[in-house]
Nanobody, 115 residues
């Protein structure tokens, strides 16, 4: 069982930046995929970005060039640097850990982009 705890959300003006962090604890296998997903009110949870333990990354088209996902395998941490934030980025952001078909979710952190 893996537990995930997100931090770093908050209120930011359009064009601003935020950095989300996610700490994984428990039985963390070395070969895994970690990622960020987001869910806006009334909408489904969508992929934002994922990163493998070998640092292969994948991004949603809507965030390419603005968001950067990274990880620290020694600390079991994953990060999401979000730049040039837009109001449509407003959502609850969830950290995800996955090994094959088995995964865990964090509790989510709210990101609000508004002037």
């Amino acid at each position: 069982q893996v537990q995930l705890v997100e931090s770093g959300g908050g209120l930011v003006q359009p064009g601003g930046s935020l950095r989300l962090s996610c700490a994984a604890s428990g039985t963390v296998f070395p070969f895994n995929v970690m990622g960020w997903y987001r869910q806006a009110p009334g909408k489904q949870r969508d992929l934002v970005a994922t990163i493998t333990s070998g640092d292969n990354t994948n991004y949603a088209d809507s965030v390419k060039g603005r968001f950067t996902i990274s990880r620290d395998n020694a600390k079991n941490m994953v990060y999401l640097q979000m730049n040039s934030l837009r109001p449509e980025d407003t959502a609850v952001y969830y950290c995800n850990y996955r090994v094959g078909p088995v995964g865990s979710w964090g509790q989510g952190t709210q990101v609000t982009v508004s002037s």
